[in-house]
């Protein structure tokens, strides 16, 4: 059973346009989200993060949104650079669960053409 | 180097054999993890070590699979007796410790391994 969900295994965008990655989840207790961008042949590199404290996080060109209600979060990159092309993975942890581990989507594949 | 190394970067073994991997995390990062990503797969939890706690190993697939941590710092991953559906890259990550914020995993590059 998935816990963290990207349905989207790829997306195409043009260069200087806005870049949305969409995950869902499903357990309630979720309450620490990531990001990570993901090059081959390298491990995942941290990208942003957001508590469920809050609704948005910014850090540059990328901003994670979480919508509580609807168990959904996203990523948004504008403007899109051909350098953003990797794949990226959604992850999401629980404070209060004692382990910590995170749990990974299966990533989508961006791909921004020039 | 200050990031999560990994080694070796890639290991080509035969069915039945012992591999073991090694991961150097962070200085100063109490918490490490463990985790493999097959084909296609998203990221797979494995086991993870926080301080002197005993791990959390509830992510291992089987008895063939352990992993130590010594002085809390390195730590070794060894698969025993090696099927071909272990073949995956296996990923290691640290944090400075397992609440909230601070629970920013960073990876290493990962180990390639191949089970012929």
């Known amino acids: 059973d998935q816990q963290v969900k990207q349905n989207s295994p790829s997306l195409s965008v043009q260069e200087g346009r806005i870049s949305i990655l969409n995950c869902d989840y499903t357990n309630s207790m979720f309450d620490y989200f990531l990001w990570y961008k993901k090059y081959p042949a390298e491990g995942p590199t941290f990208l942003i993060s957001?508590?469920?404290?809050?609704d948005k996080n910014e850090d540059g060109r990328f901003t994670v949104f979480l919508n509580k209600s609807a168990k959904h979060l996203s990523l948004h990159i504008v403007p899109s650079q051909p350098g953003d092309s990797a794949v990226y993975f959604c992850a999401a942890s629980e404070s209060l669960g004692g382990s910590e581990k995170l749990v990974f989507g299966k990533g989508t594949k961006l791909t921004v053409n020039p | 180097g200050a990031g999560v190394s990994q080694s070796p970067s890639n290991k080509v073994t035969e069915k039945g054999k012992d591999v073991e991997l090694r991961c150097d995390p962070i200085?100063?990062?109490?918490?490490l993890y463990w985790y493999r990503q097959s084909l296609g797969q998203g990221l797979e939890f494995l086991i993870y070590?926080?301080?002197?706690?005993?791990?959390?190993k509830s992510g291992l697939p089987s008895d063939r699979f352990s992993a130590e941590r010594t002085g809390g710092s390195v730590s070794t991953l060894t698969i025993q007796r090696t099927q071909q559906e272990d073949s995956a890259v296996y990923l290691c990550?640290?944090?400075?410790?397992?609440?909230?914020?601070?629970?920013?995993?960073?990876f290493g590059p990962g180990t390639r391994l191949t089970v012929l």
């Open positions: 200085s100063g990062h109490t918490a």
């Open positions: 957001i508590s469920s404290i809050k």
């Open positions: 070590f926080q301080g002197n706690s005993a791990p959390d």
């Open positions: 990550a640290s944090s400075l410790a397992a609440s909230g914020s601070l629970n920013t995993q960073y």
